[in-house]
Nanobody, 123 residues
Framework: VQLQASGGGLVQAGGSLRLACAAS????????MGWLRQAPGKEREIVAG????????FYSDPVKGRFIISRDNVKNTVYLQMNSLKPEDTAVYYC?????????????????WGQGTLVTVSS
């Protein structure tokens, strides 16, 4: 699976962005997906995850209630809608795919990573 993330950019605090991650291959619907972010000087953090069917989702506490993860298995794309953005959301965001996911929060569970997309939130 090859993953291509897009949609990052510069936004003011309180604004919104939608990230997209397009996957190659015909087995996208078999993979659980996740979004991880890495900010300078901070530990990487998995912020959201979604099951292969979309029926199950996960959010980290800092983004719960503000971010929404979704997927379109026809378009082979997973999305991260980010609302009420804060300066602390500034990071490079990566999408990931997992063939047999048991715990959304564990980075080793994910088999594939895309390149990152930079999100910058100004105050």
């Amino acid at each position: 699976v090859q993953l291509q993330a897009s949609g990052g950019g510069l936004v003011q605090a309180g604004g919104s962005l939608r990230l997209a991650c397009a996957a190659s291959g015909r087995t996208f619907s078999s993979y659980a997906m996740g979004w991880l972010r890495q900010a300078p000087g901070k530990e990487r953090e998995i912020v959201a995850g979604i099951s292969s069917t979309g029926a199950g989702t996960f959010y980290s506490d800092p983004v719960k209630g503000r971010f929404i993860i979704s997927r379109d298995n026809v378009k082979n794309t997973v999305y991260l809608q980010m609302n009420s953005l804060k300066p602390e959301d500034t990071a490079v965001y990566y999408c990931m795919a997992a063939r047999n996911l048991r715990d959304y929060r564990k980075v080793p569970e994910y088999d594939y990573w895309g390149q990152g997309t930079l999100v910058t939130v100004s105050s």
